[in-house]
C-alpha cells in the first residue's frame, strides 16, 4: 500500500534495517514477557538447585565443629583427601558398584523376557500384561515393606522354608543383606522395566520378524538376531537409567537394612545412604559436602552417557 | 482362542476335511496337537510368571489380615481361614494412614500442578518467544538436570529450616516446584506445532496469552499429560525428602508413614501390612484407570532416570 504512495521503492538496505529494528523492537517487547514466564523456574532452580550444588563445594574447605556454634575451621584439600581416601568411602562405593552390578542387568533381563512372553496374541494377554506392569504402582517404601514377608526373621517365609528358624534375617547376614536389597529393588523396578521393553517391542515392525522367519531363522535366532539388535537402544537406555538410579538408592536401605549390617563400612551401606548418615546423624556438613561432591561427580558421567546416546536417537529418528 | 490362533486352528480343521489321505490327515492332526501343546505350555508359563511376580502383594493381603497371634504362628499361615477386615479400619485411624494419605495427595497435587504450570510457561517462552540470551537460559535449564536431589540436600535442608519451613505443605512442595526436564520435554512438544497456527491467531488478534491458552496447550494434550504421569509418579513416591524435612505426624507423607508403621512390634504387623495396601491402592486404581498415559509417562521421563 505504502509502495503505491511512494514515488520509488525502497532499497534493499532500507528494508533490512527496517526490519532489524522491527526485530529488535519485538525483542525488546517479548523480553518482558519472557522473563515473567522464565521467572518461577529460575527462582527454584536458583535456590534449590545451584545455591545448594555449588554451596557444596564450600563447604568442603571447611571442617565441621565438634560442637556446633564453635567456628568453622579452614581445611582446605585435606577434609576433601581423607574423605576419599578413607575405608568407609571406598566401602560405600565398592557397595553401590555391586548394588548397580546385582540390579540392573538381572532386572533388565526379567523385564525383556517377560516382554517377550507378554508380546504375543493370546486371549486374556491384557490381563498378564497388567500384572506384569503392577509393580509400577509400588514405591519403594511399599516394595520394602511388602517385602517383609518373607524377610522378616519371625514372620518372613525365608528364614522358615530355609530352615532357618530362629536365626537372624537375611537382611541383618553381611552376605545375603546386599543380594536381599537387589531383590527388592529388582521387583519394584520391574514393572517399569517390563513397560519400556514391551513399547519398543511393539516398536519393531513385524515385517522384520516375518522376513527373517521367511529366511529359515528359528525362534530363537530371531530373538537373538532381530530382536535382540533393534532393542538395544532400549536396553542400553534402560541400563544407563538402572544404574543412575542405583547411585541415587536411598528408601529400600533406610527401611530395611539401615545401610547395615556392619555400622559405617556396613554392607548395604551405598553412597546415598552414606551422604544422608554423616549428615543428619553424625551432622558433619564439611564430609558430607565432600560425598555429594563425589556422588555428583559419578552421575554426572552416567548422565553425560546417557545424553550422548539420547542425542544420537533423536538424529537418527530426523 | 484369539483371533490368530482360531484362525490357525479352523484354517487347518478345514484343510483336514477336505483332505481324504490318512497320511496327511494324520501329520495335520499331528501338528494341531503340538499347536494346542504350545499355547497350554505358554499360558503354564505366563501364569507361573505372574504367580511369582504377585506372591509378595498375595503375602502382604494374606498378612494383613491374621490375627496377630496367628502372624507369628509357625508353619507360616498362607490362607486366611479367618479374616480380619478391621485391620484396615484400624490401619486407617489408629495407623494414621487417612491422615498420610491426605498430606501426600495434597503435597503431590501441588507439585504436580507447579510442575506442569511452571513448564508450560518456560516452554512457551523457549519456543515463541524471542530475547536475548534465550539459548544460554535454555542451557541453564539444561543444567539442572546434571544435579541429582541427593547432592543438594545438606543445604536445602538449611534453607528450608531457615524459612521455618520444616513441617509445612510449603517445605514439602516448593523446592520442586520447576522442572528443567519438563520444560525440555514440552519445547520438545511445542516445536512440533506449525508455525502458521502463530501467524493465524496473531491475525485473529490472539496475545501471547491467549494464544497459549486456546491454541498451544490444547494441542499439546499429550505431552502435557506424560509430564503430569510423571511428575505425580516422582511427587507420590518421594521418600529421602519427606523423610528429611516432616516428622511431625500432621505432615508426614504416606511414604515416609510406611516406616513407622514397619516399625511396630509384630503383634501389630498386620496393621503395618494392612496400611500398606491401603498406600499402594491410589497408584494401583490410576494404573488401571491411566494406563496409557502411564506407559507414555514412563517412557518420556525414564529419559531423566
Redesign the interface.
Given at each position: 500500500m505504502t509502495a503505491l504512495a511512494e514515488p520509488t521503492s525502497p532499497s534493499r538496505e532500507e528494508i533490512r534495517a527496517w526490519m532489524e529494528r522491527a526485530?529488535r523492537r519485538?525483542?525488546m517487547r517479548?523480553?518482558g514477557?519472557?522473563?515473567l514466564?522464565?521467572s518461577?523456574?529460575?527462582?527454584?532452580?536458583a535456590?534449590?538447585?545451584?545455591?545448594?550444588?555449588f554451596?557444596?563445594f564450600q563447604?568442603a574447605f571447611y571442617r565441621t565443629p565438634p560442637f556446633p556454634g564453635l567456628p568453622k575451621q579452614w581445611a582446605g584439600v585435606d577434609q576433601i583427601t581423607d574423605v576419599l581416601g578413607s575405608a568407609a568411602f571406598r566401602n560405600s562405593v565398592w557397595v553401590t558398584v555391586k548394588f548397580a552390578v546385582l540390579t540392573v542387568p538381572v532386572g533388565i533381563a526379567l523385564g525383556l523376557v517377560?516382554a517377550v512372553?507378554?508380546h504375543?496374541?493370546?486371549?486374556g494377554?491384557t490381563v498378564?500384561r497388567?500384572?506384569?506392569?503392577?509393580?509400577?504402582?509400588?514405591?519403594?517404601?511399599?516394595a520394602?515393606?511388602?517385602?517383609?514377608?518373607?524377610l522378616?526373621p519371625?514372620?518372613g517365609?525365608v528364614n522358615?522354608y530355609l530352615g532357618r528358624?530362629g536365626a537372624q534375617s537375611l537382611l541383618q547376614d553381611p552376605t545375603w543383606a546386599l543380594p536381599m536389597v537387589a531383590l527388592v529393588t529388582i521387583?519394584q523396578n520391574?514393572g517399569?522395566t517390563f513397560?519400556?521393553m514391551s513399547?519398543a517391542l511393539q516398536a519393531i515392525p513385524d515385517e522384520m520378524l516375518e522376513a527373517a522367519e521367511v529366511d529359515g531363522a528359528g525362534p530363537t535366532r530371531r530373538f537373538l538376531r532381530v530382536t535382540i539388535p533393534l532393542l538395544s537402544p532400549t536396553i542400553f537406555?534402560?541400563f544407563?537409567?538402572g544404574t543412575?538410579?542405583a547411585?541415587?538408592a536411598?528408601?529400600q536401605i533406610?527401611?530395611l537394612t539401615q545401610g547395615g549390617p556392619g555400622g559405617s563400612h556396613g554392607a548395604t551401606n551405598t553412597l546415598?545412604y552414606f551422604?544422608?548418615t554423616d549428615?543428619?546423624e553424625r551432622q558433619n556438613?564439611g564430609t558430607?559436602?565432600v560425598l555429594?561432591?563425589a556422588?555428583?561427580f559419578i552421575?554426572?558421567g552416567l548422565?553425560l552417557l546417557?545424553l550422548r546416546y539420547?542425542e544420537r536417537r533423536v538424529h537418527y529418528e530426523r | 482362542m484369539s483371533a490368530d490362533t482360531s484362525a490357525l486352528d479352523s484354517a487347518v480343521s478345514d484343510v483336514a476335511t477336505q483332505v481324504s489321505d490318512p497320511v496327511q490327515e494324520r501329520r495335520i492332526r499331528a501338528t494341531r496337537r503340538r499347536h494346542r501343546i504350545g499355547v497350554v505350555l505358554r499360558y503354564t508359563l505366563l501364569t507361573v510368571l505372574a504367580g511369582i511376580v504377585l506372591f509378595p502383594v498375595y503375602m502382604t493381603v494374606v498378612n494383613s489380615l491374621l490375627p496377630a497371634d496367628v502372624i507369628v504362628a509357625r508353619p507360616p499361615t498362607l490362607w486366611p481361614e479367618v479374616r480380619e477386615w478391621n485391620h484396615y479400619a484400624t490401619a486407617w485411624t489408629d495407623g494414621h494412614l487417612g491422615l498420610y494419605l491426605r498430606t501426600s495427595i495434597i503435597v503431590t497435587a501441588i507439585i504436580t500442578v507447579g510442575q506442569v504450570a511452571t513448564s508450560i510457561l518456560a516452554a512457551y517462552a523457549f519456543t515463541f518467544l524471542d530475547f536475548p540470551f534465550r539459548r544460554t537460559i535454555f542451557v541453564v535449564f539444561l543444567a539442572t538436570l546434571m544435579v541429582p536431589f541427593e547432592v543438594t540436600i545438606i543445604t536445602n535442608f538449611q534453607t528450608i529450616s531457615d524459612l521455618n519451613w520444616l513441617n509445612s505443605y510449603q517445605g514439602l512442595a516448593v523446592p520442586f516446584l520447576a522442572t528443567g526436564f519438563g520444560a525440555f520435554l514440552l519445547r520438545q512438544s511445542f516445536l512440533t506445532l506449525p508455525r502458521s497456527l502463530e501467524e493465524a491467531a496473531r491475525l485473529d488478534g490472539y496475545g501471547h496469552w491467549r494464544f497459549l491458552a486456546r491454541v498451544v496447550v490444547p494441542l499439546s494434550r499429550p505431552a502435557i499429560g506424560a509430564l503430569a504421569v510423571f511428575s505425580f509418579l516422582l511427587a507420590w513416591n518421594q521418600y529421602l525428602w519427606p523423610l528429611l524435612i516432616a516428622d511431625d505426624e500432621q505432615y508426614r507423607t504416606v511414604q515416609v508413614g510406611l516406616k513407622q508403621l514397619s516399625q511396630s512390634n509384630l503383634a501389630e504387623f498386620p496393621i503395618t501390612f494392612a496400611g500398606t495396601i491401603l498406600a499402594a491402592l491410589p497408584l494401583l486404581i490410576l494404573l488401571l484407570v491411566f494406563s496409557k498415559q502411564l506407559v507414555r509417562g514412563l517412557t518420556a521421563g525414564a529419559v531423566k532416570g
Amino acid at each position: 500500500m505504502t509502495a503505491l504512495a511512494e514515488p520509488t521503492s525502497p532499497s534493499r538496505e532500507e528494508i533490512r534495517a527496517w526490519m532489524e529494528r522491527a526485530r529488535r523492537r519485538r525483542r525488546m517487547r517479548q523480553s518482558g514477557l519472557a522473563l515473567l514466564m522464565l521467572s518461577p523456574s529460575l527462582v527454584i532452580f536458583a535456590v534449590f538447585v545451584f545455591y545448594p550444588f555449588f554451596r557444596n563445594f564450600q563447604l568442603a574447605f571447611y571442617r565441621t565443629p565438634p560442637f556446633p556454634g564453635l567456628p568453622k575451621q579452614w581445611a582446605g584439600v585435606d577434609q576433601i583427601t581423607d574423605v576419599l581416601g578413607s575405608a568407609a568411602f571406598r566401602n560405600s562405593v565398592w557397595v553401590t558398584v555391586k548394588f548397580a552390578v546385582l540390579t540392573v542387568p538381572v532386572g533388565i533381563a526379567l523385564g525383556l523376557v517377560l516382554a517377550v512372553l507378554a508380546h504375543q496374541r493370546l486371549r486374556g494377554i491384557t490381563v498378564y500384561r497388567t500384572i506384569f506392569s503392577s509393580t509400577v504402582a509400588t514405591s519403594v517404601a511399599v516394595a520394602s515393606v511388602v517385602f517383609l514377608t518373607l524377610l522378616n526373621p519371625q514372620i518372613g517365609l525365608v528364614n522358615y522354608y530355609l530352615g532357618r528358624e530362629g536365626a537372624q534375617s537375611l537382611l541383618q547376614d553381611p552376605t545375603w543383606a546386599l543380594p536381599m536389597v537387589a531383590l527388592v529393588t529388582i521387583w519394584q523396578n520391574l514393572g517399569f522395566t517390563f513397560i519400556l521393553m514391551s513399547a519398543a517391542l511393539q516398536a519393531i515392525p513385524d515385517e522384520m520378524l516375518e522376513a527373517a522367519e521367511v529366511d529359515g531363522a528359528g525362534p530363537t535366532r530371531r530373538f537373538l538376531r532381530v530382536t535382540i539388535p533393534l532393542l538395544s537402544p532400549t536396553i542400553f537406555f534402560a541400563f544407563v537409567v538402572g544404574t543412575i538410579s542405583a547411585w541415587q538408592a536411598f528408601g529400600q536401605i533406610d527401611l530395611l537394612t539401615q545401610g547395615g549390617p556392619g555400622g559405617s563400612h556396613g554392607a548395604t551401606n551405598t553412597l546415598t545412604y552414606f551422604v544422608f548418615t554423616d549428615f543428619f546423624e553424625r551432622q558433619n556438613e564439611g564430609t558430607a559436602a565432600v560425598l555429594s561432591i563425589a556422588l555428583f561427580f559419578i552421575v554426572l558421567g552416567l548422565t553425560l552417557l546417557q545424553l550422548r546416546y539420547f542425542e544420537r536417537r533423536v538424529h537418527y529418528e530426523r | 482362542m484369539s483371533a490368530d490362533t482360531s484362525a490357525l486352528d479352523s484354517a487347518v480343521s478345514d484343510v483336514a476335511t477336505q483332505v481324504s489321505d490318512p497320511v496327511q490327515e494324520r501329520r495335520i492332526r499331528a501338528t494341531r496337537r503340538r499347536h494346542r501343546i504350545g499355547v497350554v505350555l505358554r499360558y503354564t508359563l505366563l501364569t507361573v510368571l505372574a504367580g511369582i511376580v504377585l506372591f509378595p502383594v498375595y503375602m502382604t493381603v494374606v498378612n494383613s489380615l491374621l490375627p496377630a497371634d496367628v502372624i507369628v504362628a509357625r508353619p507360616p499361615t498362607l490362607w486366611p481361614e479367618v479374616r480380619e477386615w478391621n485391620h484396615y479400619a484400624t490401619a486407617w485411624t489408629d495407623g494414621h494412614l487417612g491422615l498420610y494419605l491426605r498430606t501426600s495427595i495434597i503435597v503431590t497435587a501441588i507439585i504436580t500442578v507447579g510442575q506442569v504450570a511452571t513448564s508450560i510457561l518456560a516452554a512457551y517462552a523457549f519456543t515463541f518467544l524471542d530475547f536475548p540470551f534465550r539459548r544460554t537460559i535454555f542451557v541453564v535449564f539444561l543444567a539442572t538436570l546434571m544435579v541429582p536431589f541427593e547432592v543438594t540436600i545438606i543445604t536445602n535442608f538449611q534453607t528450608i529450616s531457615d524459612l521455618n519451613w520444616l513441617n509445612s505443605y510449603q517445605g514439602l512442595a516448593v523446592p520442586f516446584l520447576a522442572t528443567g526436564f519438563g520444560a525440555f520435554l514440552l519445547r520438545q512438544s511445542f516445536l512440533t506445532l506449525p508455525r502458521s497456527l502463530e501467524e493465524a491467531a496473531r491475525l485473529d488478534g490472539y496475545g501471547h496469552w491467549r494464544f497459549l491458552a486456546r491454541v498451544v496447550v490444547p494441542l499439546s494434550r499429550p505431552a502435557i499429560g506424560a509430564l503430569a504421569v510423571f511428575s505425580f509418579l516422582l511427587a507420590w513416591n518421594q521418600y529421602l525428602w519427606p523423610l528429611l524435612i516432616a516428622d511431625d505426624e500432621q505432615y508426614r507423607t504416606v511414604q515416609v508413614g510406611l516406616k513407622q508403621l514397619s516399625q511396630s512390634n509384630l503383634a501389630e504387623f498386620p496393621i503395618t501390612f494392612a496400611g500398606t495396601i491401603l498406600a499402594a491402592l491410589p497408584l494401583l486404581i490410576l494404573l488401571l484407570v491411566f494406563s496409557k498415559q502411564l506407559v507414555r509417562g514412563l517412557t518420556a521421563g525414564a529419559v531423566k532416570g
